[in-house]
């Protein structure tokens, strides 16, 4: 029984190996298109390209519920002299009306606004550098996870001590990582206009991995003294 435990932890870190493996190759062609992003950005003038972003909205307005909630007779006359004197904002955005038209008792209108997001060249520099540093640190956190499946895949107990020192290794890897994840998404929405100012959006399910983890070495290294005293008694 205990040596077929041993062998399905042993499977698992070879099936951990292969897919680290894989990962990792696809983590480093990512941090190869962000470097060649990166120079290829900086080495095009700034000016070059500016992309600014504009929407539009489409609002209908049923006659019948506005006349039901006010208890008002509505007509299409008022609504439009309403609408037409006036803008609408949702969002922090200034939306102009531009079109209002009637169809059978719904009134739609079209309007138009001018987003403030103007994404430069400059800032697509920035988002390749923010991306290759995640990706470099998302690389490392895989290495050290690739070495933690390759001690499960020749070990004879997963109490061993070199599987206890790669777990641990593998949990303080994440902590940089989380770090990085957070600020890089914040500057990467600052960079693009998503955002008015470089803020941390902390990923609570990330946090609740590397807390996991944390408590798995915790918990062999629990178990590795629990079998140290067995082996004592026997």
Do not use: H, W
């Not at 049923?62 to 008022?78: K, N, P, R």
């Not at 902590?175 to 100012?197: C, K, Q, R």
């Amino acid at each position: 029984m205990k040596r077929q435990a041993i062998l399905k932890i042993n499977k698992m870190g070879k099936a951990g190996v292969i897919i680290l493996n894989i990962l990792k190759v696809v983590m480093i062609l990512a941090i190869v298109g962000c470097v060649i992003g990166t120079i290829a950005c900086a080495a095009l003038p700034k000016n070059l390209l500016t992309m600014r972003f504009s929407g539009d909205a489409t609002v209908t307005i049923d006659l019948d519920a506005v006349e039901q909630m006010t208890g008002m007779s509505v007509s299409e006359a008022q609504l439009r002299e309403q609408l037409a004197s006036g803008d609408m904002t949702v969002d922090g955005k200034d939306y102009v009306m531009n079109q209002i038209s009637l169809e059978g008792r719904n009134m739609v209108v079209d309007t138009q606004a001018e987003m403030p997001r103007t994404i430069q060249l400059s800032n697509l520099t920035l988002v390749c550098i923010s991306g290759l540093v995640l990706c470099i640190a998302s690389l490392v956190s895989m290495i050290f996870a690739g070495k933690v499946c390759k001690a499960f895949r020749d070990c004879q107990s997963p109490f061993e001590e070199n599987v206890i020192r790669r777990m641990q290794y593998f949990a303080y890897s994440l902590i940089p990582t989380v770090l990085l994840e957070s600020v890089v998404a914040g500057s990467i929405g600052y960079f693009l206009g998503n955002t008015d100012g470089i803020g941390v959006n902390l990923n609570v399910s990330t946090i609740l991995v590397v807390l996991v983890v944390f408590a798995l070495v915790y918990v062999f290294k629990y178990g590795a003294l629990l079998q140290q005293e067995s082996d004592e008694t026997l």
